[in-house]
C-alpha cells in the first residue's frame, strides 16, 4: 500500500459530472468508506476528449496539461481520474510534453496566453480510480472492512480499450508483480475478489465498446456492445463492472437497443466496480448511485442481500 494516494486531487471530468454521475457518487462515497480524501481541480476543463483530440491533438495536450498545472498549483503530485478517455489524455499530455517539441511549444504559448503556469512533464502522477483503491488500501485491507460479501455474485470485469492503450503512454504499466498488465488487466478483478466476488474468465476485458461510434454509426456500436454482452453471459456473468462512464453509458444504452432493434435480448446488469465494493463494504445501493444506472439490478442485488 502507498501513504502518498490517502490524499490526491480529484477530476472527475465531463462525463462524471453528466451520464456517469452514479460512478462520480459512488467514487466519492467508496472514498469516504475507505478513509481516503480527494480534493477537486478548481476550475478544470475538458481533458479534449475525442472530440478536441480528432482536430488538433496539441490543443488537447494543452487542455489536459492546463488540468495537470492545476493540481501542481494547488500543491498535488498525484491526479486521479476514474474516467477512461481522461486517464488516456492525461496520460498522453504527459508524454507528449516529455517526447514532442512541437506539443510542448503549443502548451506554451496557450499557457502564457490563457495566464496560468505551464505544465513541464514529470510534476504530476495520473493515476486511475483503479490505481488509486488498489495501492492506497489494496485487496488485504479492503478484505478487513469487507461487511456485505459479494460472495456468489459471478461478474465479468470489462475494461475498455482506452484503459490499456496504446501502451507506450502507461510506461507504469507491465513491470513485473505488484504492477497492472496492458495485456490482462487485472486491479478490477484483484479488488472484486478481495470483497468476495466470483470474477469469471473474460476474454474481452480490453475489447473496444465502440463508444466513439455511437453517434456516426449506432448500429456498429450496438454489435459491438452486444458481443460483449452475450461473451459475459456465454462465461457465466451475472453482471458486468465498469470502470468508465463511456462504457458503462454504452453498455447499458446498446443492451437495451440491441432488442429494440435486432431482437437479441441480454439479462446481464452493468454495474461500477465503486458501487460493488462500495456495496461490499455496507454502503446503501441508493448510497452509491445504483438508482441512477439504467440498467436495473435490484432483484439481484436482493436476492445477494446486497439492496
Same mark, same amino acid.
Given at each position: 500500500?502507498?501513504?502518498?494516494?490517502?490524499?490526491?486531487?480529484?477530476?472527475?471530468?465531463?462525463?462524471?459530472?453528466?451520464?456517469?454521475?452514479?460512478?462520480?457518487?459512488?467514487?466519492?462515497?467508496?472514498?469516504?468508506?475507505?478513509?481516503?480524501?480527494?480534493?477537486?481541480?478548481?476550475?478544470?476543463?475538458?481533458?479534449?476528449? #475525442?472530440?478536441?483530440?480528432?482536430?488538433?491533438?496539441?490543443?488537447?495536450?494543452?487542455?489536459?496539461?492546463?488540468?495537470?498545472?492545476?493540481?501542481?498549483?494547488?500543491?498535488?503530485?498525484?491526479? #486521479?481520474?476514474?474516467?477512461?478517455?481522461?486517464?488516456?489524455?492525461?496520460?498522453?499530455?504527459?508524454?507528449?510534453?516529455?517526447?514532442?517539441?512541437?506539443?510542448?511549444?503549443?502548451?506554451?504559448?496557450?499557457?502564457?496566453?490563457?495566464?496560468?503556469?505551464?505544465?513541464? %512533464?514529470?510534476?504530476?502522477?495520473?493515476?486511475?480510480?483503479?490505481?488509486?483503491?488498489?495501492?492506497?488500501?489494496?485487496?488485504?485491507?479492503?478484505?478487513?472492512?469487507?461487511?456485505?460479501?459479494?460472495?456468489?455474485?459471478?461478474?465479468?470485469?470489462?475494461?475498455?480499450?482506452?484503459?490499456?492503450?496504446?501502451?507506450?503512454?502507461?510506461?507504469?504499466?507491465?513491470?513485473?508483480?505488484?504492477?497492472?498488465? /496492458?495485456?490482462?488487466?487485472?486491479?478490477?478483478?484483484?479488488?472484486?475478489?478481495?470483497?468476495?466476488?466470483?470474477?469469471?474468465?473474460?476474454?474481452?476485458?480490453?475489447?473496444?465498446?465502440?463508444?466513439?461510434? /455511437?453517434?456516426?454509426?449506432?448500429?456498429?456500436?450496438?454489435?459491438?456492445?452486444?458481443?460483449?454482452?452475450?461473451?459475459?453471459? %456465454?462465461?457465466? %456473468?451475472?453482471?458486468?463492472?465498469?470502470?468508465?462512464?463511456?462504457?458503462?453509458?454504452?453498455?447499458? #444504452?446498446?443492451?437495451?437497443?440491441?432488442?429494440?432493434?435486432?431482437?437479441?435480448?441480454?439479462?446481464?446488469?452493468?454495474?461500477?466496480?465503486?458501487?460493488?465494493?462500495? #456495496?461490499?463494504?455496507?454502503?446503501?445501493?441508493?448510497?452509491?448511485?445504483?438508482?441512477?444506472?439504467?440498467?436495473?439490478?435490484?432483484?439481484?442485488?436482493? %436476492?445477494?442481500?446486497?439492496?
Amino acid at each position: 500500500m502507498s501513504g502518498k494516494y490517502k490524499q490526491v486531487a480529484y477530476y472527475p471530468g465531463c462525463a462524471l459530472e453528466g451520464t456517469g454521475h452514479a460512478y462520480n457518487r459512488s467514487t466519492k462515497e467508496l472514498g469516504k468508506a475507505l478513509g481516503l480524501d480527494i480534493v477537486e481541480l478548481k476550475n478544470w476543463n475538458c481533458c479534449g476528449a #475525442m472530440e478536441v483530440k480528432n482536430i488538433d491533438p496539441k490543443l488537447q495536450t494543452y487542455l489536459s496539461a492546463r488540468n495537470l498545472s492545476i493540481a501542481e498549483g494547488m500543491g498535488f503530485d498525484t491526479v #486521479m481520474a476514474p474516467c477512461n478517455g481522461c486517464y488516456h489524455n492525461l496520460k498522453k499530455a504527459e508524454y507528449d510534453l516529455a517526447n514532442d517539441p512541437a506539443s510542448r511549444e503549443v502548451t506554451e504559448n496557450l499557457s502564457r496566453k490563457a495566464g496560468h503556469k505551464t505544465y513541464e %512533464a514529470g510534476k504530476v502522477e495520473t493515476i486511475h480510480a483503479l490505481d488509486w483503491i488498489k495501492q492506497a488500501i489494496g485487496e488485504d485491507g479492503l478484505k478487513a472492512r469487507v461487511r456485505n460479501s459479494l460472495k456468489g455474485l459471478k461478474i465479468a470485469n470489462y475494461y475498455g480499450c482506452m484503459y490499456t492503450r496504446p501502451r507506450h503512454i502507461f510506461p507504469e504499466k507491465d513491470q513485473g508483480p505488484g504492477s497492472e498488465s /496492458t495485456w490482462k488487466p487485472h486491479f478490477m478483478d484483484d479488488l472484486l475478489a478481495a470483497a468476495g466476488a466470483e470474477n469469471v474468465e473474460y476474454p474481452l476485458k480490453t475489447a473496444c465498446c465502440g463508444g466513439a461510434h /455511437t453517434l456516426s454509426d449506432s448500429d456498429t456500436s450496438t454489435k459491438l456492445v452486444l458481443n460483449l454482452l452475450t461473451t459475459a453471459e %456465454a462465461c457465466g %456473468a451475472e453482471v458486468i463492472a465498469t470502470e468508465c462512464p463511456t462504457c458503462h453509458t454504452g453498455l447499458e #444504452m446498446h443492451q437495451v437497443r440491441a432488442e429494440k432493434i435486432f431482437g437479441r435480448k441480454t439479462t446481464v446488469k452493468i454495474l461500477y466496480f465503486t458501487q460493488l465494493l462500495g #456495496m461490499a463494504l455496507g454502503l446503501s445501493a441508493r448510497k452509491v448511485g445504483v438508482h441512477e444506472n439504467f440498467s436495473d439490478s435490484s432483484d439481484l442485488l436482493h %436476492a445477494r442481500g446486497l439492496g
